[in-house]
């Protein structure tokens, strides 16, 4: 399997939470209608979660494993390794 940087994924999966939010203002647009605002929650909690599973499960120290959480340095906090390699 190849590994990919925390730091990217995490990026991913933050972009992907708030892009996810953008749906629920598209409900203020189609307040009378039904099928658009089911459609619109549904899209919003589709890609919130999606990007919470990216992040729990890509935001990992690539030497031991670690969910690493928000990544603050370029250090694992678990092992000390460098996370970017
Ligand atoms: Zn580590």
Redesign the pocket.
Same mark, same amino acid.
């Not at 030497?63 to 670690?66: Q, T």
């Given at each position: 399997m190849k590994k990919r940087s925390p730091i990217k994924m995490s990026f991913l999966a933050a972009l992907l939470i708030f892009v996810g939010f953008l749906p629920l203002f598209g409900i203020l647009l189609f307040m009378d209608n039904k099928a658009m605002t089911t459609f619109f929650i549904i899209l919003s909690i589709v890609m919130v979660s999606s990007g919470l599973i990216l992040h729990f499960v890509y935001v990992r /120290?690539p030497? &031991?494993?670690?969910y690493l959480g928000r990544i603050m340095g370029s250090k /694992?906090p678990? &092992?000390g390794?460098n996370?970017e390699k």
């Open positions: /120290c030497h &031991c494993g670690s /694992c678990f &092992c390794k996370i």
